[in-house]
């Protein structure tokens, strides 16, 4: 049912998943970039198109919103929440069998993406990014604490506290967060423009406003990942940064971007989600994408059929 060349191919529906290489046409599960390419025609929901938009510039687009079938040759395609981001989604294929592919998602209640679901099927290719059993993350609530902790401390030692996440997805969510604990908010442009279509596509944040160069104090800063220390220095002064990633677990805190805090929160499923949502679809044949290949191992133990799809390597099956 699906042929994979480094990325997979429904021949059924003459659909791409996720192909990172140009494509007629292909599914793009949700906005990241190492989801994407600029395809000619391009099947997301109507959240992702806006975010590629901004992202990609225009292209030809088939619009599918969450739970409407659209037919694709003899196949009926329906798109239904991931979790990961805002308008992240899963795709199920039915032909002669029931195809799901998951992109990158996470079981639970986001802060800006609405709760993925599980469906049965017979082919289930999924996202492992958190595959190994050390990736299990501590309740929300717990980690939402250590982080108002931070915030406060902070302001109390007169150092700007600042929130660092990816421009799409977890700075979103970093803003979300901060505005709900009830402190405003000052984003970095990037950020910024994107909360910005988080807005028009209906999601609400607490008060913030773009970086301008001043009024910072008191307040949360939120910046992307890929801003340098010595750029915040000539800034904002004091300041101290915590970053908000589910390679938090990691002792060895070679993911922490010389933060001063690394708080693990992940818009991708831990170890437990992950085996959870193979437990509950319950397929026939696994292929896991993206992350450990020792996860399709532990399915294998658990009894599943799974295997390991390893990235940019050549198999046709
Ligand atoms: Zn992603």
Redesign the pocket.
Known sequence: MIEYDGAIYVPGADLWLDARRVKDFSFVS?A?T??SARHRRVLATPQTLALLEHRRGKTETVPARYGQPVTLNNHQVTLFPAG??LG?AQILIEGEQRLVYT??FKLGAGFCAQPAQVKPCDTLVMECTFGLPQYVFPPKEQTMERLVNFIQKSLLEGRIPVVLGYTL?KGQEALKIVGDAGYEAIVYESIYQIAKIYEKLGVTFGRYEKYSGHGVEGKVVVAPTNMRRDQLRTDLGRFSTVYLTGWAMDSDRKFARGANLVLPMS??ADFNELVEYVQQANPRKIYTVHGFPQFAAHLKDLGFDAEHLPQGQLSLF
Do not use: E, Q
Request: aromatic share 0%; net charge negative.
């Open positions: 949700h990241h190492d989801h990961h981001i992240s992109g990158d997805g818009d991708h």
